[in-house]
């Protein structure tokens, strides 16, 4: 068996950064020699593959069709873009699915779609998910001004499942906005949990190489 661990990298909302933080954690551990693997339950806006999975999956070696489980064209909350398309999401294929990952991989990075309360199905989100699977959740948040309101609400709404949290990421810090300086202190005071790490912004955020070593002992 495996030392196997699972982190479930959620966030703030859609185009935060879930996808650079999953690829920037996914590449620092796979330097230390851990078998990293990626899954994407479900990714809508998919034109011909899914990007977050394409991404990650050609960093890590993985075959593209094992990083994503569902894919919807129409660029929308699964379980809408489901409804368009007809094709419901099964909760029991996801579970097969992250069993199967968790076997194989000593440490499996979950990406969600958009916040904690995006629905997968009617009455069932993300957070549900976390909830139900155990998944220790890393909540992706800006940087800049508008992130405590953003950071207090996707934590208060795990807190209230009894998600375990296990702090934020801020990404995108450019050392321009006022509220920078003070928004990591402040979202740690509001929700009584830690930034983990603290992400610039960046021409080539993919390039970026970021120590991730205070989450480590999180998970
Ligand atoms: N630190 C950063 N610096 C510059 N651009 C970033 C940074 N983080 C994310 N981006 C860009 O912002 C966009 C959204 O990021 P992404 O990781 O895809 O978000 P999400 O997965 O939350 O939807 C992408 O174009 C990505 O390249
Ligand atoms: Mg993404």
């Not at 957070?127 to 800049?144: C, Y």
Request: charged fraction near 20%; include cysteine.
């Amino acid at each position: 068996m495996f030392p196997n661990k699972v982190l479930f990298i959620t966030g703030t909302n859609t185009e935060v950064g879930k996808t650079v933080v999953s690829y920037l954690l996914a590449k620092f551990l796979k330097k230390q020699g851990i078998k990293v693997g990626y899954w994407k339950p479900v990714e809508t806006g998919v034109e011909k593959y899914p990007a977050d999975g394409k991404l990650l999956s050609s960093l890590l070696g993985q075959p593209l069709e094992e990083t994503v489980t569902y894919t919807y064209k129409l660029p929308l909350a699964p379980y809408v873009a489901a409804q368009y398309e007809g094709k419901e999401i099964d909760l029991t294929l996801l579970r097969e699915k992250f069993n199967e990952h968790l076997n194989k991989y000593e440490f499996l990075i979950i990406e969600g779609a958009g916040g904690l309360a995006v629905p997968i199905l009617r009455n069932y989100t993300y957070g549900n998910l976390a909830k139900e699977w155990n998944l220790p959740t890393l909540i992706v948040g800006r940087a800049r001004l508008g992130t405590i309101n953003d950071c207090f609400l996707t934590a208060y709404y795990g807190k209230s499942l009894g998600i375990n949290l296990v702090g934020f990421v801020l990404n995108g810090f450019t050392g321009k906005d006022l509220s920078e300086k003070d928004n990591p202190r402040v979202v740690e005071d509001m929700t009584q949990l830690p930034v983990l790490v603290k992400i610039p912004q960046s021409s080539q955020p993919l390039d970026l190489e970021v120590d991730f070593s205070p989450l480590l002992g999180k998970v």
